[in-house]
């Protein structure tokens, strides 16, 4: 069984030019700095669904190696807090299977003990 985390972006109005630039902006970033070339990232899924108000929405199925959930999680979330910061006044659902993700206009989406080093660093050996 696996276990994904969601995101979805909505809102009336369509993206601008520089928040559609600002959006492929930080997909090719996270790309290009995603640690792990052999596990899902961050997955948006293409447009049209006949949903006007849809701006994003995309998956990423956490990795079966439990070394490396931690990384994925905190990689994704950053790039999903950027990615809700370049498109003031849309309404977001972020979610880890049935688990909320919490927003907090400081920090972003973060799981409690997400930020810990300790836990971040992949045991030696991996």
Sequence with gaps: MSVSL???ASRPAR???????AVERIVAAHSASFPYGDEESLHL???DDGEPSRLLEGSTKMPFDPSRVLTVICHVLDSVTELR???PGARWHVHLDDLEIPWDEDDGYALPGMRDTD????????
């Excluded at 836990?119 to 991996?126: T, V």
Aim: hydrophobic share 25%.
């Design 119 to 126: 836990l971040a660093a992949e045991p030696e050996g991996h």
């Design 15 to 21: 993206p601008t030019n520089t928040e559609s630039a």
């Design 6 to 8: 969601y995101y979805r």
């Design 85 to 87: 910061r370049a498109l």
């Design 45 to 47: 899924c293409d447009g």
